[in-house]
């Protein structure tokens, strides 16, 4: 089956952090770019970070310095590292597989003030 799979999200207070994971099936994992988007309430679907499959990583402004991207092609997983939340980053996350254009589902990440 031709799926991604994000697990991780939750309720966590300003200052915590999360790790959010986002399993691949059905896809040559090893040769996709893999990112992390986000979509806040009201508001478009931004890209959060990008990982290529040599592990090169690029990161939106915002969350430079306290989210870091990884991922395992051993185990056909990406992973998004989140430290030092803030209510602004409360949104749906996102997990996309670029080249084969797969999206998954979503996880809700919220964080208290």
């Known amino acids: 089956q031709v799926q991604l799979v994000e697990s991780g999200g939750g309720l966590v207070q300003a200052g915590g952090s999360l790790r959010l994971s986002c399993a691949a099936s059905?896809?040559?994992?090893?040769?996709?770019?893999m990112g992390w988007y986000r979509q806040a309430p009201g508001k478009q679907r931004d890209l959060v970070a990008t990982?290529?499959?040599?592990?090169?990583?690029n990161y939106a402004e915002s969350v430079k310095g306290r989210f870091t991207i990884s991922r395992d092609n051993a185990k056909n997983t990406v992973y998004l590292q989140m430290n030092s939340l803030e209510p602004e980053d409360t949104a749906v996350y996102y997990c996309?597989?670029?080249?084969?254009?797969?999206w998954g589902q979503g996880t809700q990440v919220t964080v208290s003030s």
């Open positions: 059905g896809i040559i994992f090893s040769f996709d770019t």
């Open positions: 990982i290529t499959p040599g592990g090169s990583s």
């Open positions: 996309r597989a670029v080249i084969s254009g797969l």
